[in-house]
């Protein structure tokens, strides 16, 4: 399709739509939208494109019409245990749309897809059939390779892939029984068999050393290798040399600093102080400038796209940009010049921003900083040099301000802990630690969550094409459902619309309490996922009219489009293209699926080490929490290693258990003794099962609160 030649494609629906005689033949749209006859054949063109990415629908006779004029939603699959799926819409002013096994066609979970609504019953989701693949988001798979008599087959890892794939003999390359294998689908067939493919790498064993992570990459259409011509990109960018222009801020003689974990490589931001007198002080919060390396359009930023984020695994990280960018030119490394996008804010112990400007700057950090590090500063025996420890304590007061500030909004903290499992050199793990939440992590984060806010806000007043990161409020059902379980342990909600500050008001009534562990867990379920959008929503959980993601470039696609659009808007002073508006909605969905994605594959690399961790815990007794109850029985989290188990509810031998959903318990028939999350309970492992990725526990007795082991 000719760049030249654009219509806009909000003003091609808004014809569809107002057509009164239904889907429209593309010369009566061409009329309708004043298309010049030499101007027809690119517009034709522009047609199929969009055709092709189901933001319009072709019917019979080669007329066209908008998606939702005939009852078409996109959108991306998400199965469920059962193999039914929800169909989660692209646009949010549209409800999910369940879809039965039946009717999913060749569908496959994470696709993109088109479903028409068939129906749609009262005070559910409406249901539909898919029509359409758009996209297929798995183009490989990874299963267990099983030898038949006639043919082979594998079995996927991830249940929620559907049927197994068929390997014909002669595509089964190398595999042996029982070998971990990467394949492709040959072709997708129809629903009812098995679709046919092809072996395109052994992993090998389960069993051994790095199969299981090497499992959980591939198996998340991960990959560790960028293409041969992106690598070139970027090596070519990389060498450009760093010098100040007229269109940057010399900055080089300011002093920042990192603070990041101690094996980070990947430096996105720097701050730096300074005392203007009077209670008053110049933060300066400085961004790696990748939108300067990354050309929109250019094929690292297609690859950067396709990835939309980096991944951090348990034992390496798959970065979004290749590493002459992402931990070369684009990290802001000491000692070494680099350009950034800054923000200067100008803001007292209050935290009350009296201004701020934008600018590009070239920088040069002083140190980089471990968080462990500047915390040892804060605490007083640690110590970087005069300078730099007198900035980092500025810097916590100025940040506490902030913090205060939003905790009056009502900002919702629920401080989870989290895990860190370390390996030897093998790969193996030999211990699990709970990672403890700093004050230099919240001193970092407070700069961050400033810097987002007022992007965004900036983001919307000039009315650029941005990607906000959205939390709405829990939904009317689950808010319903909370109001209920907090009213059988004695607390409130009021009747009115829910707002943050009612949530947080709750988490500090409990906290300390026995039931603190309860009610922040089931508070925290209520909540939405948030996600990003190119219209501002608002973010709940933060109590923020406005936020955005900028802070992290080297490591979110969404933060380099709006860096992009930051500076094309609000720096150079001019308008963005059309085009840049009308990809949003489509890159934000991308962003949005790919975040989550990572997000699992995270998940799942650490859960598989912990896995591994407690085989050799075989027999061993620990104390717990209970974390969840479901009808098959209820998890336990274990205090000293972080690690989840199930007690099966056939293993409750003492009683019938029956599942009370609205107070999250198992409660015995009989004697009524139950099992609620955030009682105590100490349990004895008594089966690890790697292949199926989960533990078991049996009871042993109820904890005395306070007893740990």
């Known amino acids: 399709m000719s760049r030249s030649f654009h219509v806009p494609e909000a003003k091609v629906l808004k014809a569809l739509r107002a057509s009164r005689h239904g889907p429209m033949k593309p010369k009566a749209l061409a009329r309708v939208l004043e298309i010049r006859p030499g101007d027809y054949k690119p517009f034709r063109a522009q047609l199929r494109d969009m055709e092709g990415r189901g933001v319009v629908y072709r019917v019979k006779g080669g007329r066209y019409a908008a998606p939702d004029r005939i009852s078409l939603v996109r959108g991306r699959v998400s199965t469920i245990r059962s193999g039914d799926a929800f169909i989660r819409a692209d646009e949010i002013t549209h409800e999910d749309v369940f879809v039965r096994s039946g009717d999913l066609a060749t569908a496959m979970d994470g696709d993109r897809v088109v479903v028409r609504v068939e129906h749609h019953p009262r005070g559910r989701n409406p249901v539909g059939r898919v029509i359409k693949v758009l996209e297929r988001a798995h183009p490989t798979l990874v299963g267990t390779f099983h030898s038949g008599r006639k043919i082979g087959y594998i079995v996927p890892l991830d249940r929620k892939m559907g049927p197994d794939v068929l390997i014909p003999w002669g595509d089964e390359g190398d595999a042996e029984e029982g070998d971990v294998v990467v394949i492709a689908i040959t072709s997708y067939g129809a629903r009812r068999r098995g679709p046919p493919g092809e072996v395109k790498r052994v992993l090998g064993p389960m069993g051994d050393p790095g199969v299981d992570v090497l499992s959980v990459l591939f198996g998340h259409g991960l990959s560790l290798e960028f293409p041969p011509a992106v690598e070139s990109a970027a090596k070519e960018a990389a060498e450009q040399p760093v010098a100040a222009g007229d269109d940057r801020e010399d900055c080089r003689d300011l002093m920042l600093f990192t603070i990041d974990p101690v094996d980070a490589k990947d430096h996105d931001d720097a701050l730096s102080i300074r005392d203007l007198g009077s209670g008053m002080y110049e933060v300066g919060i400085h961004i790696a400038d990748v939108s300067h390396y990354v050309p929109r359009g250019g094929p690292v930023d297609a690859e950067a796209l396709d990835r939309g984020t980096s991944v951090y695994l348990v034992d ?5 940009l290749p590493h002459a960018l992402s931990s070369g030119a684009c990290s802001l490394r000491p000692d070494e010049d680099r350009y950034a996008f800054s923000l200067f804010a100008r803001l007292g112990l209050d935290g009350e921003v ?13 140190h980089k ?9 804060l605490d007083g025996p640690g110590s970087v040099d005069p300078e730099t420890d007198a900035a980092i304590r500025d ?8 913090r205060a500030r939003r905790q009056e909004r009502g900002s919702i903290d629920f401080d989870q802990p989290e895990a860190r499992v370390v390996l030897d050199d093998d790969g193996a793990p030999i211990d699990i630690q709970r990672v403890a939440r700093l004050d230099a992590h ?3 984060e407070d700069f961050m969550l400033l810097a987002n806010e007022l992007v965004a806000r900036t983001g919307e007043a000039k009315r650029m094409p941005v990607l906000y990161r959205v939390h709405e409020r829990p939904s009317v059902e689950k808010t319903e459902s909370l109001r209920e379980f907090l009213a059988t342990l004695g607390h409130t909600l009021p009747r009115r619309s829910l707002r943050p500050r009612d949530l947080q008001s709750v ?3 409990v906290r300390g309490e026995p039931e603190e562990a309860l009610v922040s867990t089931v508070v925290l379920r209520s909540m939405q996922r948030a996600r990003y959008a190119p219209e501002n929503l608002g973010h709940f959980g933060l109590a923020l009219s406005h936020y955005a993601h900028f802070t992290s470039p080297i490591r979110r696609y969404p933060d380099l489009v709006t860096h992009r659009a930051m500076v094309r808007v609000l720096l150079e002073k001019k308008a963005a293209p059309q085009e840049w508006s009308e990809e949003l909605t489509e890159v934000a969905e991308r962003c949005s699926w790919r975040e989550q994605a990572a997000t699992q594959a995270e998940r799942d690399s650490v859960a598989l080490k912990k896995i591994e961790f407690m085989e050799r815990h075989l027999g061993d007794e620990f104390d717990g929490t209970v974390a969840g109850v479901a009808s098959f029985g209820f998890f336990v989290l274990l205090d000293r290693y972080f690690v989840e188990g199930l007690v099966h509810v056939n293993a409750l031998e003492d009683d019938y258990y029956e599942f009370r959903e609205r107070e999250f318990a198992l409660v015995g028939s009989r004697r009524g003794r139950r099992f609620r999350l955030g009682d105590r309970v100490r349990v004895q492992v008594a089966r690890v099962d790697k292949e199926e990725r989960h533990v078991d526990f049996v009871l042993l007795q109820a904890v005395p609160r306070g007893a740990s082991g």
């Open 369 to 377: 900083l471990a968080y462990e590090t500047a915390q040892e500063v």
């Open 507 to 509: 988490l500090e009534g």
């Open 395 to 402: 810097l916590d007061r100025v940040a506490r301000g902030l």
């Open 316 to 320: 390496r990280t798959v970065p979004m």
């Open 442 to 444: 919240r001193l970092v």
């Open 354 to 366: 009296h201004e701020h400007r934008f600018v590009r700057t070239v920088v040069r950090s002083r």
